[in-house]
C-alpha cells in the first residue's frame, strides 16, 4: 500500500496548489470527488426552526413536541384539528419513505383521529428511522412533532440568502413552488424573480409587495404574504442567517398564507451572539470522530476509502483525494491541519487516523506556506513513537522547513519519506 501511494505521489512531480479540485482522469473527462464542507455547520430540528420562525410572528402550523407515545397523544388532543400531521424529528431528509426497525413504515403520518397519533408515536420513538439519507443501520427517533395539518391550494417559493453577486442578501421567488428550485430555474427560468435588499433600508414594502405579486398571490392575500416577506427578513437579521428557505409557501382555502417548511443557515462567525441559537444544536446524530476532531479544530469528514489523508488547506486536501481516486485508491478522509496548526494538534489527528479500523496506510501532504514543517514533523514523530504506528506512513513535505525535517524520520518505522 504505502509503495503504491509512494508511485502515484512521485507521479505527480510538482505541488499541486490549494484550490485545485479538478484532476484529469484517463479517458480525459474531469473527476471531482465531493467530500462536503470542511466544517460542520449548525445543525436544527424541523421544530426547532418552525419555533424560531413562530418566535419572529412567522405563520408556522400549529404544532407540539413529544418524547413519548403519551405526550403525542395529549398533544394531538390538544390540537383539537380536524387533521393531524405526526413528523419523526431527524436530522436526515426522506423522512416519508423511510422504515423503523419496530416495522412502521415512513416516518411522516396523517391522521384524524388522535388515539392513532399515540400509537403511531409509540412505533417511531426509540426506534431507528432508516432513509436514504441516513446510515445503514437507521438514526434513532428521540423526539416527534405533532402539528396541526392544514391543506394547501396554492405552493410558491421563497428564500432570502446572501448573494455576492448583490453584495448582499437577496429575495428569491417563484410562484412554482413545492418542488426543487434547480429544476424549476432550469426549465422555466423566467419564473424565477430576484429582489435586490438594501442592507440599510431592509425590505420596502413596496418590494414586498410586487415579490408577493410575482408569487402569484392577489388581493388580501398579497398583502398577507407581502407581511410574511418582511417577518421572514426580521428572522434573517436576528439569528445572523445567511439563507432562510421556504419551500413551500403556501396558501390555504381558509385565506391563509403559511410557511409549511422552511431550511435556515447560520452564520457560524455568529456564534458569539447567537448563543441561544447554538445552543439547540442538535449533536445526537453528529459523527463521534468528526466531533472530537471539532475540538481540536481539525476540519475532518469521514469517507468509505482506506488510505487516509493528513492535508493542510481545504484545496490540496480535497485535490488529494482526488489524486489517490485517480490512481484506484480510495481516501478514508478528509482532513484540513488549517494554516495555524499547533504540534498537539498534529498528534491528536494522527490519533484520530490511526484509530479508524478502515485505514491500511495514511498519506502526509503538507505545503509549508503558512505552516512550518518542523511543526508537523515533530507532532508526526511524536505520534509515530507514543501511538506505536502499525500501518505504512507515506510523507510529503515542501516549503517552510521541509529541509530541516529529515534527521526526524530516524526514530520512526514505517515511514517513507518522499523526496524534495
Partial sequence: MALILYDFVVSLGLFLPPGHLRVPVLKGKPETICVGLPRRWLNLQEYQSKKLMQES??????????????????????????????????????????????????????????????????????????????????????????????????????????????????????????????????????????????????????????????????????RQAADQIKRLYDLFLKVDATQVEVNPLGETPEGQVVCFDAKINFDDNAEFRQKNVFAMDDMTEADPTEMAAAKWDLKYIGLDGNIACFVNGAGLAMATCDIIDLHGGKPANFLDLGGGVKEKQVYEAFKLLTADPKVEAILVNIFGGIVNCAIIANGITKACRELELKVPLVVRLEGKTALDTHQHWNTCTKVFVLPL
Fill in 57 to 222: 410572528g412567522v405563520a408556522v402550523q400549529r404544532f407540539y413536541v413529544a418524547d413519548t407515545a403519551s405526550e403525542a397523544l395529549e398533544a394531538a388532543k390538544r390540537l383539537n384539528a380536524k387533521e393531524i400531521v405526526l413528523k419523526a424529528q431527524i436530522l436526515a431528509g426522506g423522512r416519508g419513505k423511510g422504515v423503523f426497525d419496530s416495522g412502521l413504515k415512513g416516518g411522516v403520518h396523517l391522521t384524524k383521529d388522535p388515539a392513532v397519533v399515540g400509537e403511531l408515536a409509540n412505533k417511531m420513538l426509540g426506534f431507528n428511522l432508516t432513509t436514504k439519507q441516513t446510515p445503514k443501520e437507521g438514526v434513532k427517533v428521540k423526539t416527534v412533532m405533532v402539528a396541526e395539518a392544514l391543506d394547501i391550494t396554492r405552493e410558491t417559493y421563497f428564500a432570502i440568502l446572501m448573494d455576492r453577486s448583490f453584495n448582499g442578501p437577496v429575495m428569491v421567488g417563484s410562484p412554482q413552488g413545492g418542488m426543487d428550485i434547480e429544476e424549476v430555474a432550469a426549465s422555466t427560468p423566467e419564473l424565477i424573480f430576484k429582489e435586490a435588499i438594501d442592507i440599510f433600508e431592509g425590505v420596502r414594502d413596496d418590494q414586498a409587495l410586487r415579490m408577493a405579486a410575482n408569487l402569484g398571490f392577489k388581493g388580501a392575500l398579497q
